[in-house]
């Protein structure tokens, strides 16, 4: 492809809301245009902004032009307010649903030692992150939560296979790496309802309980412990 091809794809992939797939940029031509030289040409656009503020990525649902990770700090005093945060329930809750899909509510229960509650399990629905994708052949059929290809627009991945790879098996070590990526938080969630499980595995009490004041950020994922039921107990008590 000449030049003129190549700043009509830069163009439109810098002026464009959504990503674009290579079907996408092949319309933007009216002759043919083969898809091999798109993606030469996408692979020459994204190295020659190597070195800029601006990235060329490659995601699940195409190709975007999107600000560097390093950038983030600067663009951030542009708007005075802070990015939300979730709680570690919920970004705990995530990162299984992320490692261990298709997995069910109770499967998530399990693994955390406490009950999910709905209140989690919305956020992340309502967020786009995870939906039910089918039902499990056994008792009650529960639903089988798995990630979007939101959850994965919003990391900047290209599949499930580009997540992080885990250095610990921990619902929270899990949930730290999945903070490396950009997220744009939902500016509600900022309370969550953990239920405690006696030995039984029947209710003992439910609370709600602020956010911490900790950040979440797109560098790094800053979570702090939930909020203790006493003074000395955790409200993550195993089952």
Not at 63 to 83: A, C, G, H, N, V
Request: hydrophobic letters at 40%; proline letters at 4%; one cysteine or more.
């Amino acid at each position: 492809m000449d030049d003129h091809h190549k700043r009509v794809i830069e163009t439109a992939l810098l002026c464009a809301q959504e990503p674009l797939t290579v079907a996408d940029i092949t319309r933007l031509f009216a002759e043919d245009v083969v898809g091999a030289e798109i993606e030469d040409v996408l692979l020459d656009l994204q190295q020659a902004w190597h070195d800029k503020g601006m990235e060329l990525v490659h995601i699940a649902t195409g190709w975007r032009f999107q600000s560097r990770l390093s950038m983030r700090e600067y663009l951030d005093r542009l708007t005075p307010e802070k990015p939300p945060r979730y709680s570690r329930a919920v970004m705990e809750t995530l990162a299984i649903i992320a490692y261990r899909q298709p997995v069910t509510r109770g499967e998530i229960e399990e693994i955390r030692g406490v009950a999910v509650s709905s209140n989690v399990m919305k956020q992340l629905e309502d967020r786009g992150w995870v939906e039910v994708i089918g039902h499990k052949e056994t008792i009650g059929r529960p639903g089988l939560y798995a990630t979007t290809k939101q959850f994965l627009d919003d990391l900047s991945l290209t599949n499930l296979q580009s997540l992080p790879i885990l250095e610990d098996a921990a619902p929270m070590a899990a949930a730290e790496q999945l903070g490396q990526a950009v997220m744009e938080f939902d500016a509600s969630a900022t309370v969550e309802t953990v239920i405690e499980l006696d030995e039984n595995g029947q209710e003992i009490i439910q609370i709600d309980f602020e956010e911490t004041t900790e950040e979440i950020t797109i560098e790094i994922t800053e979570t702090t412990e939930e909020v203790p039921l006493e003074s000395e107990d955790k409200t993550d008590e195993p089952k």
